[in-house]
């Protein structure tokens, strides 16, 4: 696939203008009555040029979950190209492009229908351009590998060739789609496009943008969030050579030079001489933040009921179950660190930045800089990682903000300690879970509080709001007739934000591992535990809009990595087996089993993890492969790290004390894709949370110790 990207959205349009005769297909992707539950994007645009190149603009940011890939699939199925020809170009923010945001695994489930419209329109419309010319009806010609072909002839026309006519034809309201037994793209399995040039270190990332005059900056924070510079010496640092300024900004001290070595010795000078306020936030530690989401209970939080009297099913209930989990803070910690670029000019600004949410970069710059939206440009090279992290602005104001005092263009670069200590988090979390059985062990009632500390609480929760908060916790499967999920707020002294898997992350870890307690308290097999319970008539809420969890999707799924781990075969003393399933925002049923293996000194480690999806139709199935296994990566980091805070400070700085998985740690993984005919619904995250709970479930197995609280130690287990 050709990866020439021209510099700009005005650029592709400037060279479409020009270029004569061409085939440009602009399609509106609002709802549609194809998918009314999806928020699709705002544009995309199809070109064909008289050479018969095709260019597809792609409104989504790429960090690694392959969209650059996947997408031109998609079109080329419907537009009868080979995918290999099919040349990218990156959006921007603009009128025609409102909702670049790439994150909730919502790019390929969102982009699904409208491409394959775009590429159906297209070739629909190439076809009658070359039925007019040969004179004979559409149905006389066939489209393939990019050329028309009369049927009952030899004769053929390329894309280019037909560009011109074509462009002048209606653009089709409702285009054929292809059936899925003619589909010859979507369903094999395709190596990343950009995969060679990110090995060789060829592709461009935010970290390797190079202006004319341009400046390197960095900015040192308050260790403490909240706090703000009182008094500082900048001799030293406005010393070093090629140090041009240390300049106040709104996130603390920016220190700005001719290149990164300046900047880092200088700021190395700077910071022992920064007095700080370190503001209300200065006193807070772990301990104490984990006694407040204690206390929090004792007060009530917003419920959102799913039938049933809880408390009635709780109160006379044959048995009740009661156990707490605790879920802590996480870092972002991708392989990048933050990095913009900005060019801040009279009137305008121009940025260069990996983001996962480009519009909002624009609408904060301007606002920051009190100009028009339509007076910043900015382009979105590759993310070396996002995870969430990237959906923030601050990293790109900064940028801003110092090539403003700088009078040139300027890439602030956060070091690794600035990346862990004042980066965003995932919140931390206490949940309390109580079940009551009834005498054949079913559980009749349930009630998972949820204590969570949230840097911006809601003033006003609405239940929308609230549901999502809860999800993984209010939408738990399973056929229980009175449940109960409750959110209880606590204000955080970190930032909080979306890490990969969100709220589910620490509701389903709690509940799936209270699940697999309450079928050991009844006598039962987890597996076949859940199974019984997803079996049963039962209509569950799930998903952003409420539509019903699909539960037989569920079961088939779990069903399915049961019969591949081999479930039922007994394992050598010392190893264990855990399992967890959820179906991710009611829309992606997943089920994952997990092999450990303990030893008597606690040590652990994780032998096998098999995971079974249904994902709807799988584009490209060796993507969704890959984003299972790097979903099993970030779930196992989590198992063994966790941010925590000594005065307002968090203590991690590195991935020395901050361990995300090594290459030697990763276990074996096999992965499963159930066939389907139903729209894709997203790969990024289902398989993380349950990952976590199927570990967490196997050390159990294999320990006879249960892991209520992460990150898992060695002592946890000791003795086993």
């Known amino acids: 696939m050709s990866a020439v990207l021209p510099a700009t959205r005005r650029d592709f349009l400037r060279i479409s203008a020009i270029s004569a005769g061409g085939l440009v297909l602009g399609v509106r992707l609002g709802r549609a009555a194809e998918d009314a539950v999806a928020d699709f994007r705002p544009n995309a645009w199809v070109r064909i040029d008289p050479s018969g190149k095709v260019t597809l603009t792609v409104d989504k940011s790429e960090m690694g979950q392959g969209v650059r890939t996947s997408l031109p699939m998609i079109l080329a199925e419907e537009l009868e190209v080979d995918v290999d020809t099919v040349a990218l170009f990156q959006a921007s923010p603009g009128p025609e492009f409102q909702d670049m945001g790439t994150y909730g695994s919502r790019s390929t489930r969102t982009l699904w229908m409208p491409l394959r419209s775009a590429g159906a329109a297209a070739r629909e419309m190439l076809v009658a351009a070359a039925a007019a010319t040969w004179g004979v009806a559409p149905s006389a010609c066939r489209a393939e590998k990019g050329r028309v072909f009369r049927k009952e002839s030899h004769e053929s026309l390329g894309y280019g060739e037909l560009a011109t006519a074509a462009s002048r034809l209606p653009v089709p309201a409702s285009p054929a789609l292809k059936p899925k037994a003619q589909w010859r793209v979507i369903g094999k399995d395709r190596r990343r496009i950009d995969a060679p040039r990110i090995v060789a270190g060829e592709s461009l990332f935010a970290s390797d943008v190079q202006r004319p005059g341009m400046k390197i900056g960095s900015v040192v924070r308050c260790p403490v969030v909240g706090g703000k510079p009182k008094s500082w010496d900048e001799a030293k640092a406005k010393a070093v050579p090629g140090v041009r300024m240390i300049a106040p900004v709104s996130a603390g001290l920016a220190v700005i030079a001719d290149d990164t070595y300046a900047m880092l010795t200088a700021r190395e000078a700077l910071e022992p001489t920064i007095v700080w306020d370190e503001g209300a936030n200065a006193a807070i530690g772990s301990a104490g933040m984990l006694a407040t989401l204690g206390s929090a209970f004792e007060g009530s939080g917003t419920p959102v009921r799913r039938g049933g009297d809880v408390a009635a099913a709780l109160a006379t209930s044959a048995r009740k179950i009661e156990a707490e989990y605790f879920y802590p803070y996480q870092a972002h910690a991708p392989m990048e660190t933050m990095s913009a670029v900005a060019d801040v000019q009279a009137g305008r600004c121009e940025i260069w ?368």
């Not at 994902?615 to 970030?634: D, T």
């Open 353 to 720: 930045a990996g983001s996962q949410a480009p519009n909002r970069v624009q609408t904060d710059a301007a606002k920051l800089l009190g100009i028009p939206e339509s007076a910043v440009t900015v382009h979105v090279p590759l993310l070396g990682g996002g995870f969430g992290r990237r959906g923030r602005t601050d990293f790109v104001l900064d940028a801003v903000e110092c090539s403003k005092v700088a009078g040139a263009p300027v890439r602030v670069i956060w070091t690794r300690s600035d990346d862990t200590r004042n980066g965003d988090f995932h919140p931390i979390s206490l949940h309390r879970l109580s079940a009551g059985l009834d005498a054949s062990g079913q559980p009749a009632g349930w009630r998972h509080r949820v204590s969570v500390g949230v840097f911006s609480k809601m003033t006003t929760p609405d239940a929308e709001a609230v549901r999502a908060a809860l999800r993984g916790a209010y939408d738990t499967p399973y056929a229980i007739a009175a449940l109960e999920a409750e959110l209880i707020e606590s204000a955080s002294p970190v930032r909080t934000s979306s890490w990969r898997g969100v709220q589910h992350n620490h509701n389903v870890f709690a509940s799936e591992c209270f699940v697999d307690e309450v079928a050991r308290a009844a006598g039962k097999d987890p597996l076949a535990y859940r199974l019984d319970l997803l079996r049963r008539e039962a209509v569950v809420p799930g998903g952003r809009e409420g539509a019903p969890v699909d539960r037989a999707r569920l079961a088939a799924t779990l069903s399915l990595a049961a019969e591949k781990a081999r479930w039922t075969n007994p394992l050598k003393a010392g190893r264990g087996k855990g399992v967890a399933c959820a179906s991710y925002d009611g829309r992606t049923p997943a089920a994952v089993i997990a092999e450990v293996t303990v030893g008597a000194a606690g040590d652990w480690r994780v032998d096998r993890i098999v995971c079974a999806v249904d994902c709807g139709v799988a584009i490209n199935p060796l993507g969704a492969r890959a984003q299972v296994e790097g979903s099993v990566a970030w779930a196992l980091s989590a198992l063994s790290a966790e941010i925590t805070l000594d005065r307002g400070r968090v203590v991690q700085s590195t991935y020395r004390d901050f361990p995300i998985l090594r290459f030697r740690d990763m276990p074996k993984i096999e992965t499963y894709i159930v066939p389907s005919d139903a729209a894709p619904t997203g790969m990024g995250e289902p398989p993380v949370p349950i990952t976590t709970a199927a570990v967490a479930n196997a050390l159990f197995a294999a320990s006879g110790r249960r892991v209520r609280r992460l990150p898992v130690r060695a002592d946890d287990l000791k003795g086993a």
